[in-house]
């Protein structure tokens, strides 16, 4: 399963594969057939909802193509709303001598630089490392689950084929230039993003309409080139094996052969542990623990920083204390509660199912206490304590009362 990625993620080699399979299917005259080919689909292929479906067809087989040169070869994308620029922001990482070739000439527009210097394109002058954006049109299209709003990207795409501008500016000639096929693998992208995104929600179609459209335009409906048919626009024949390509055919990319880095987990950018530890910015790792810094199994295990510790009660960093590992905390609870409660509050306790807890016969009689307390007197309590005790004899077993 090929890997379609960000151009900004080729490495040299692959930069230099891509480019040699495109000028050898130039040298060998295939090339020209698929500019012919999207010459005549002016009114099949665009301004319509099969826009996206041809051209998933369309550009699968130019890679198949390529393929048949150099099967490492996978088409890559162009993501137009952003710079593409190398992380120092020096240099672009499409518009450079080994890949896209720069700039169209001032005055004459005329493509003098990279490996497509010599086939007699044109470009704008546009600045290198600016970008055509229309970054918030297209998440706001991304973000319908419509397919009739989601295919209005269309609009936003012609934005990036008139920024470049020279051929590929110009609809009947555009895939001339090769940056045509990083501006279309980046619109294949966004429509299986979008598939990705909305599919299970409830009513979600990835392709609209069912029938009712223009011909070719229908889910069902074949389309040209590829079915056989007489060639539109008056384009020059040619000979073609009649194929039953449909829209209903291509709303999964994967069935394809191919995958894209934002969109399936196979395809994903995979990034070493050390290679993330190196990305942390120095003042991020200076405001980290020693054991997140360093990483050290050890220290991971301990996790507790010796700050941390210090202010922890002895118990919690020594662990739990022997009476709790018990089940009876000496030291944390009043001696009653250590020795299992007091005699009386076990007797207490020990009562048939159903009666009161204390029964109000046993509540000392208080009635006959001399509460009156003058200021300045010491009041006689004898009566009182004498009338305590022995309530409290009572209760606790119908000892006599002291004399």
């Known amino acids: 399963m090929g890997c379609r990625k960000n151009l900004t993620r080729l490495t040299a080699a692959e930069r230099l594969a891509f480019t040699n399979a495109i000028n050898q299917l130039r040298a060998d005259g295939g090339y020209d057939t698929f500019v012919q080919q999207h010459q005549g689909a002016l009114g099949h292929g665009h301004g319509g909802p099969a826009f996206f479906p041809w051209h998933r067809e369309y550009i699968v087989r130019l890679e198949r193509a390529l393929q048949s040169i150099d099967p490492s070869?996978?088409?890559?994308?162009?993501?137009?709303?952003?710079?593409?620029?190398?992380?120092?922001?020096?240099?672009?990482?499409?518009?450079?001598?080994?890949?896209?070739?720069?700039?169209?000439?001032?005055?004459t527009g005329n493509l003098t630089t990279g490996p497509f210097s010599s086939w007699g394109l044109r470009r704008n002058s546009f600045n290198i490392f600016s970008s055509p954006g229309t970054g918030g049109t297209i998440a706001a299209n991304m973000a319908s689950s419509s397919y009739s709003t989601f295919r209005q990207i269309e609009s936003p795409h012609g934005a990036a084929h008139v920024w470049v501008g020279g051929d590929?500016?110009?609809?009947?000639?555009?895939?001339?230039?090769?940056?045509?096929?990083?501006?279309?693998?980046?619109?294949?992208?966004?429509?299986?993003?979008?598939?990705?995104?909305?599919q299970g929600e409830v009513g979600f179609q990835a392709f609209l309409p069912l029938s009712g459209g223009p011909t070719g335009h229908n889910l069902n409906d074949t389309m040209w080139p590829w079915?056989?048919?007489?060639?539109?626009?008056?384009?020059?024949p040619w000979t073609v094996t009649p194929e039953n390509v449909r829209p209903a055919d291509l709303l999964d990319h994967r069935a394809l052969g191919y995958t894209y880095d934002t969109v399936d987990p196979e395809c994903r950018p995979k990034v070493l542990f050390k290679e993330l530890?190196?990305?942390?910015?120095?003042?991020?790792?200076?405001?980290?623990?020693?054991?997140?810094?360093?990483?050290?199994?050890?220290?991971?295990?301990?996790?507790?920083?010796?700050?941390?510790?210090?202010r922890l009660p002895k118990e919690l960093?020594?662990?739990?204390?022997?009476?709790?590992?018990?089940?009876?905390?000496?030291?944390?609870?009043?001696?009653?509660?250590?020795?299992?409660?007091p005699k009386e509050v076990k007797e207490i306790r020990e009562v048939p199912f159903g009666e009161p807890f204390i029964r109000p016969e046993l509540r000392p009689d208080l009635s006959q206490a001399a509460f009156g307390i003058n200021p300045g007197s010491s009041p006689d309590v004898t009566g009182l304590q004498e009338d305590l005790l022995n309530r409290r004899n009572d209760i606790l077993g119908g000892h006599s009362h002291n004399p």
Not at 75 to 84: Q, R, S
Not at 227 to 236: D, H, K, L, Q, R
Not at 286 to 293: A, H, I, T
């Open 227 to 236: 079915n056989g048919t007489s060639i539109p626009f008056g384009v020059t």
């Open 277 to 310: 530890k190196d990305r942390q910015p120095k003042e991020l790792k200076e405001r980290l623990p020693k054991e997140f810094k360093e990483l050290q199994p050890k220290e991971l295990k301990e996790r507790v920083s010796k700050e941390l510790k210090e």
């Open 73 to 107: 070869v996978n088409l890559p994308y162009w993501d137009w709303t952003a710079e593409n620029l190398n992380p120092a922001g020096t240099e672009s990482l499409i518009w450079r001598d080994d890949f896209m070739g720069g700039p169209g000439q001032a005055g």
């Open 168 to 198: 590929v500016g110009n609809a009947s000639i555009a895939p001339r230039d090769p940056v045509f096929w990083l501006i279309h693998c980046n619109v294949d992208r966004l429509w299986a993003e979008w598939i990705n995104q909305h």
């Open 317 to 341: 960093k020594e662990g739990l204390p022997k009476e709790l590992k018990e089940g009876q905390p000496k030291e944390l609870l009043p001696k009653e509660l250590k020795e299992g409660g």
